[in-house]
């Protein structure tokens, strides 16, 4: 019983940049790590990048530019900002969460959230 609610994909023009949220609510005792996913047409889900409750962050080999992420754990927010954005850039971006839903890890969960379309065109 937990929701993910992304926000901040659109329409965007080469180079600019976009700053993805996702806020989790629910039955959340504590979340070890939350990131992001993207999925393009024709191609797989890969992962973008992720963060860990600890602030310790992963990215994805094909990032070139300058993409941040970061998190405020109260929040149970994650941040993806993402400048100088590329046509390639263009595909739904999906966050995800590892959740436990009380002290006990057998309760742990990964959730998905329902994605947020970023399409970068002239």
């Known amino acids: 019983q937990v929701q993910l609610v992304e926000s901040g994909g659109g329409l965007v023009q080469p180079g600019g940049s976009l700053r993805l949220s996702c806020a989790a609510s629910g039955s959340i005792f504590s979340i070890n790590s939350m990131g992001w996913y993207r999925q393009a047409p024709g191609k797989q889900r890969e992962l973008v990048a992720s963060?860990?409750?600890?602030?310790?962050?992963t990215y994805a080999d094909f990032l070139k530019g300058p993409w941040t992420i970061s998190r405020i754990n109260a929040k149970n927010t994650v941040y993806l900002q993402m400048n100088s954005l590329k046509p390639e850039d263009t595909a739904v971006y999906v966050c995800?969460?590892?959740?436990?839903?009380?002290?006990?890890?057998?309760?742990?969960?990964?959730?998905w959230g329902q994605g947020t379309q970023v399409t970068v065109s002239s």
């Open positions: 963060i860990t409750s600890g602030g310790t962050p």
């Open positions: 995800n969460a590892e959740v436990d839903e009380s002290r006990s890890t057998q309760y742990r969960k990964i959730y």
